[in-house]
């Protein structure tokens, strides 16, 4: 036997019994290259901002992948994935009085400064800035469809109204509004089957995700149709880490546990024929005793097959060709 501290490190031949074929560690690395088979690719069609090691708000170029950090504390808390968005209020470095166009969806105003934004038309509020930043001040409403009118006084600086039930990163914008594009991050092709095994898989992510849209993905496998896939997924209403699996079109798992949103937590799901199961933090759900796995040719990061983000910082990521048990499911995610 071969006890190379390559062998050892990698987790190779019968020092890799639990089968780990994905290991990458954003947070502590903050690299998108694995420590454990391949490197995902990372694309994002505009540039982007994240808040870098120094605390101060920073610009990532087109398809640089973004590491975000505390700006009080300075750690890292991994990689950032993000749907699209768009900052509809320009400029946004000092905001000024304007009227903009919005629908009838969620939309959230952020800021920082001391200063007041009073809405009105299409929406009627009155929104104080709390300090400079680090603070942001945000407020998530519903307007009607129409024009919003914001009157401003006094300091808000690094402005953002969106589209969206919660704050995204800034998005500067200078004399119109700017779109962001959505983080994809994925691996395909000859990697693929570096890290897939159809008949058996578990899939373990540390992340803080802002918000679960429905059928958005933490990690998923899947065919880029809504007939094939597995994948340890996030919920709302009420916010869970899922374990969710479609093969022939026909749903086979959906077994939930409970999370709180913008806070750390350790999530697993592990899948095989007639035996599925999710655990978060160190508890497991309702194991599923039936169904049948699917058949993927994509592995995607943040989102699953209909392009649903789960937007957020991801800590780490691992993936194992093997349905790990319930007390490894338990100890992987304590």
């Known amino acids: 036997m071969n006890y190379s501290l390559g062998n050892m490190l990698g987790g190779a031949g019968a020092l890799n019994a639990d089968k780990l074929s994905l290991n990458i560690q954003f947070a502590t690395d903050k690299s998108l290259t694995a420590r454990k088979g391949p490197t995902p690719t990372f694309t994002r069609a505009s540039t982007a901002t994240f808040v870098g090691s120094d605390g101060l708000i920073q610009s ?26 768009t900052n509809l209020v320009f400029p946004s470095d000092t905001l000024t009085t304007q009227t903009r166009t919005v629908t009838a969806v969620a939309h959230t105003l952020s800021f920082y400064g001391t200063g007041t934004v009073v809405l009105s038309g299409a929406h009627i509020a009155t929104v104080t800035g709390t300090g400079a930043y ?20 006094g300091t808000v600086t690094e402005a953002q109204l969106e589209a969206g039930a919660f704050a995204t990163s800034y ?67 009420p916010n869970s880490a899922t374990c969710f699996v479609i093969d022939g079109a026909g749903t086979q798992a959906s077994v939930g546990k409970s999370i709180t949103l913008n806070q750390n937590n350790k999530l697993a799901a592990a899948m095989k024929a007639s035996s599925f199961q999710v655990a978060a933090n160190g508890s497991l759900g309702t194991e599923d005793t039936s169904g049948t796995m699917p058949t993927a040719t994509i592995f995607k990061i943040g989102r699953s097959w209909n392009s649903n983000t789960i937007s957020g910082t991801y800590s780490q990521i691992k993936v194992f060709k093997k349905r790990l048990s319930n007390a490894k499911l338990q100890s992987l995610t304590a």
């Open 60 to 85: 990532a170029a087109i398809n640089a992948a973004r590491f975000d950090h505390d700006p009080v504390t300075l750690a890292c808390k991994g990689l950032l994935i993000e749907e699209s968005r």
């Open 134 to 153: 680090p603070t942001r001040t945000t407020l998530t409403f519903t307007p009607s469809a129409g024009s919003l009118i914001l009157t401003v006084t």
């Open 171 to 237: 998005i500067p914008t200078v004399a119109s509004s700017v779109i962001r594009s959505a983080d994809v991050c994925s691996i395909t092709g000859s990697d693929f089957t570096l890290v897939y095994n159809q008949s058996e898989h578990t899939l373990f992510a540390e992340a803080s995700a802002m918000s679960h849209a429905n059928f958005g993905s933490y990690l998923s496998f899947d065919n880029e149709t809504s007939a094939e896939l597995s994948a340890l997924a996030g919920f709302p209403s």
